[in-house]
């Protein structure tokens, strides 16, 4: 266990007052994994106790600000084989945590519109679940939120996720609590804000988020769930593995099975895969994304078709294998073939 507890969800902000997200479960010894969010800035938008912060939205441009101001948190990590962003111990002024965030939204007198409703989102969300398993996050959790801010509501635990995710999918297929579905003008603008980073067809966009219950609107206000597992149901330590690059393909296989598609990070192990374009390599174990967009992308027994890079898993007990990684490119998709003939690029798999 890290000295320091943060993983997905959490906040973290440095000496300088940068403000990061921390991405995945497990982390270095010495510091934590998150990607910058928010920057001192004198034309920055968001306010907060008088002082202008601006957000970096593209993945690429939170790199090229670090590279260019603060190159001290990129570190080549020597397990993943990437370039990352990560905070040394040192450095953290503060953590930001949902659940506890939360909890001081409950006990608040005098709440915004923004925490009325996400605080009312969690009740309704939560009946059944350990208090201390669903909280806030996002631009609310660090005083960065504006009257037109998403909820960011974070489950953690896989017991609880799946019990919030099933209480979800019911109350939004029905209609239930004023939640419900994103309209084709919602989705085309969340496509349009989608489509700078990742590139589909607006078509198939809307066929795969109609599958979904991970995002939607609640008192007509956007929010964006996530489902993180806790550090103790992850039966291993960030040193544990390593992973090789090995370079990019286009695969065509079956889900075997996609009982994690809901968290974050998601996972889908595969079954009777082929390289159709790319990088030869024995058959991929299995698809990964940090990214939540790749979240519900799937399900069990059917055929898709995912552009990514493949890595090799060199586990510390000797075993080996392949998986792919989607999301750290802008071109890297997954979905169903049913919809992939409404691709933007079709590369002629089909």
């Given amino acids: 266990m890290n000295s320091i507890a943060a993983i997905e969800g959490y906040f973290v902000e440095t000496k300088e007052s940068l403000i990061f997200d921390v991405k995945g479960i497990l982390h270095p010894l010495d510091r934590i994994i998150a990607f910058l969010r928010y920057y001192l800035s004198p034309n920055g938008t968001r306010v907060r106790n008088g002082n ?38 040192k450095d953290i002024k503060k953590i930001y945590n949902p659940i506890e ?35 806030i996050s996002g631009s609310l959790m660090v005083g960065l939120h504006t009257p037109k801010s998403d909820m960011d509501i974070v489950v953690y635990g896989t017991e609880a996720s799946y019990k919030v995710h099933k209480c979800l999918t019911e109350i939004m297929d029905e209609r239930k609590h004023a939640v419900r579905p994103m309209t084709i ?23 795969l988020e109609k599958r979904k219950h991970i995002s939607g609107l609640y008192n007509n206000r956007e929010f964006f769930m996530r489902f993180v597992k806790t550090p103790s149901e992850v039966d291993e330590t960030y040193e544990d ?15 075997a099975d996609d009982s994690e598609a809901i968290f974050t990070p998601s996972r889908y192990l595969m079954e009777d895969t082929k390289i159709i374009e790319g990088v030869q390599v024995k058959e991929i174990r299995q698809i990964i994304s940090f990214r939540g967009r790749f979240c519900e992308q799937a399900k069990k027994g059917e055929t898709i078709v995912a552009s990514g890079k493949i890595e090799k898993v060199i586990r510390k007990d000797g075993s080996e294998w392949y998986q792919m990684v989607l999301g ?23």
Avoid at 72 to 88: A, K, M, P
Avoid at 104 to 117: A, F, I, R, Y
Avoid at 125 to 131: H, K, T
Avoid at 241 to 255: E, L
């Fill in 185 to 207: 003008d919602e989705l085309q603008k969340l496509h349009y804000f989608r489509n700078q980073q990742t590139e589909s067809a607006f078509s198939s966009f809307v066929q």
């Fill in 328 to 350: 750290e490119r802008r071109d890297d998709y997954f979905m169903p073939t049913q919809f992939f003939k409404r691709m933007l690029k079709p590369v002629g798999v089909i």
């Fill in 52 to 89: 202008k912060f601006s957000k970096i939205y593209r993945l690429s441009d939170r790199f090229e600000f670090l590279r260019k101001h603060y190159p001290h948190y990129l570190f080549e990590d020597q397990y993943s084989g990437r370039i990352l962003q990560g905070i040394h111990h």
């Fill in 101 to 135: 965030t939360a909890q001081l939204l409950l006990n608040k007198p005098k709440l915004s519109d923004l925490e009325k409703e996400s605080i009312s989102f969690i009740k309704i969300l939560s009946e059944g679940v350990a208090s201390d398993s669903i909280g």
């Fill in 241 to 255: 593995s390593c992973y090789n690059k090995v370079g990019y393909a286009v695969v065509k296989g079956r889900i």
